[in-house]
Each structure stands twice: as C-alpha cells, then as structure tokens.
C-alpha cells in the first residue's frame, strides 16, 4: 500500500509555542511508519518555516542548525519546496496531507488554513471560518447566543479602552457583571495563556493590562460560581460524534497552563459523574456549537455544569485541542474506544474527505 505523504506542522509565533511542541511529540509517536511517510516542518517564533528529519528534536532543544527552509505551496498543485543552504530550490514529493499541530494565533485562527485553502490543499482541523469564529471569544459568545446555547456572561474591550479609560472599564464590568470574582481573557488566545482570576479592582486592573499583551480584544467573564468544569470531545465533518464526558478537578484556583502542561496535578474524572440528562445536554450543545461555526475534523467543547442546578453553560470550543500526553481531548476519545493512533488516522481520513468536498465545487461560472 502506498504510503501517504503526511506534513507535521509544529511551533509558530504564538504563546502556546511551547504547548504546539508537546503536542507534536505526541502526534508524530503516534503516526504508523507503515502508512505515512511524514515530513517534520515547524515553524519558529519569528515565523521561519525549517524542515528536516530531526525537525522536532531540534526545536525542542531550540537547534536549528542543519534545518532547511520549508517554502509552503501556495497555490493549487505548486508541490512543497525547502531551500538547501546554497538557497536552490529542491521538490519534495508531494505531500498529501498537512497536519498542522499550531496552537493560537496564526496557527488556529483560520490563517494558515487560509494559506491551505490557496493551495487547494487537504489538511486536518476545521476550515477558516470555523478557526476563526472559534478562536475569538467574542465573536463565538455571539453566535453562541443567536442559536440559543446558554453562555456565562461576558463583555469585550479592546487594549486601547483599557491602557487610556481603565478606572472607566473596571466601574462598568463591577456594574454590568455583578459582585466578584471575574476572569480576563485574551479573545484570541488558549492554553489558558494570559488569563487571571480577580477576586477584587486590584486584581482586576492587573488582570486587564495581562490580557492585554496577548491581544487587543479582550473578554471578561463572570465568575459561573459552585461548578463543575466540564469538556466532551468532538470529531468529524458533516455528522460529528462526541465522545464520553469529562470532568476537570483543578489543583489551581482554575485549569491553569501549568496544570495543563507542565505539573498535570489537576485531576481527571472520566466519565463525569453526572446524570444521564445532563450529560447528554451537554453532548447535544457540543454538536450544536461545533455544526453553528461550521468545525470540522475535531474540536473539544469546555463547559461549566452549576452544582446546585445542573445548569448547563458552554464556555468555549477549542478547534484545535491539545494534544499531548495528558490532553483531555484524546484522553476522551480513549475512554469511548478510539486509541491515539486510531484518532490520528481517523482525523487524517477526514481531513482527506473535507478535501474531496471542497473538490466538488465549482469556481468558475459555466454557461
């Protein structure tokens, strides 16, 4: 059987950088030599896109000698290129598939799917539309609330409002959003990169100007109180399926990058313990919001389940969720019955069939 041509794209110029990493260790020990032939591209913070054979390697040690220039195709049928030291052109074949493993900006937002859908290529995750929506918070509260799917409360500011207005800002989240406390988050961010609990206006400030070094809109939510954090992976195209339910235990104040990546002390409870009813509520809002931005490939939905309630609020969809040792997002798909490898080829496959689809349309008007 002929191997497919697999690109692995890792690092970017984001602040999950380092979580991209991670996430492509995992994948890359997950891909079956028997089926894939995978070329190792990452690309570093100043934006340099490299390949070779120990690409991986070498950016986790931070070493990029050696590393070729990737030229990405940028238009149907263009083929892959990397420049050799001596900056000739050499072909390599090609490759059948990207698999971008780029964690936040520039990697998760719709724009190197952008550059995908230039080149007409196939590549594993969500389409541009569905990127983008799902990384800006506030526009996906926004459609969250055009299709009736209960979400916290929140406000968005832009860092201009808050570096020139700030005691302003402060005064009308204490008014609009109730008592404390509140979280501040970076609209385009994840990996819980940039984002504070503020138990008072002090705290509330500093939250503020943090966000704001990660994005210039930035979202504050109120706290959803006595709950439970919840997260249902989910995968597929036009009919997604989710996975089994799981429940977050913080060992934090909440689920902090170092709880993520680097301690993995918060605790896991697969599946959550939660009513038959409201399990599948949650299952059902997951599908809801992952068809309402058009997903594809995969997608983990967050959720806070009220304790005393069992209301039910979506906090965010992560479109490309991480996917390391100790990631929740495959973990989920383990407990349901699909092994890593077995989800890697499965969001391989789609990320071909989505192509096929796109393949179908028409451009150009025929008379």
Not at 54 to 62: H, I, V, Y
Not at 86 to 115: C, K, N, W, Y
Not at 191 to 217: F, P, Q, T
Request: negative net charge; charged residues 25%.
């Amino acid at each position: 059987m002929k191997k497919l041509r697999v690109a692995l794209l890792f690092g970017g110029r984001s602040g999950e950088h380092d979580v991209s990493l991670m996430s492509a260790r995992s994948v890359l020990n997950a891909l079956d030599v028997e089926r894939y032939d995978v070329t190792q591209v990452g690309i570093t913070l100043d934006g340099a896109w490299l390949t070779g054979a120990s690409a991986l390697e070498q950016f986790e040690k931070k070493d990029f000698k050696g590393l070729r220039h990737f030229i990405p195709p940028t238009q149907p049928a263009a083929g892959a290129f990397y420049a050799d030291e001596s900056a000739t052109l050499r072909e390599i074949a090609a490759l059948d598939v990207f698999f971008p493993v780029l964690h936040g900006p520039f990697g998760e937002d719709g724009a190197i799917q952008g550059l995908f859908e230039l080149a007409n290529a196939a590549y594993v995750g969500a389409g541009v539309a569905g990127s983008a929506v799902g990384m800006d918070k506030g526009i996906f509260k926004d459609v969250m609330r055009a299709n009736g799917i209960p979400i916290v409360d929140s406000l968005l500011f832009l860092r201009a409002e808050i570096e020139n207005e700030l005691t302003i800002v402060i005064a009308k989240i204490e008014k609009q959003l109730g008592g404390y406390p509140f979280f501040t988050k970076p609209a385009n961010l994840g990996s819980s990169v940039g984002i504070s609990k503020c138990n008072s206006a002090s705290d509330l400030g500093e939250g503020l100007m943090e966000a704001a070094r990660y994005d210039r809109r930035i979202i504050v939510e109120r706290s959803a109180g006595d709950a439970r954090e919840v997260e249902v992976s989910v995968l597929g195209n036009e009919n997604p399926q989710t996975s089994v339910c799981g429940e977050i235990l913080p060992s934090r104040e909440f689920y902090s990058y170092e709880s993520k990546y680097i301690d993995g002390t918060s605790g896991l409870v697969i599946p959550a313990q939660l009513p038959d009813a409201v399990t599948n509520q949650i299952r059902e809002y997951a599908v809801r919001a992952y068809q309402a931005i058009d997903c594809a490939g995969m997608a983990r939905a967050d959720f806070f389940v009220e304790n005393a309630t069992h209301k039910i609020y979506l906090n965010e969809i992560n479109t490309l969720p991480g996917f390391t040792s100790i990631s929740m997002y495959p973990k989920l798909w383990q407990a349901s019955g699909l092994t890593y490898p077995q989800l890697v080829d499965r969001l391989i496959e789609l990320a071909l069939e989505r192509k096929s689809q796109r393949d179908r349309t028409e451009y150009r008007r025929t008379v």
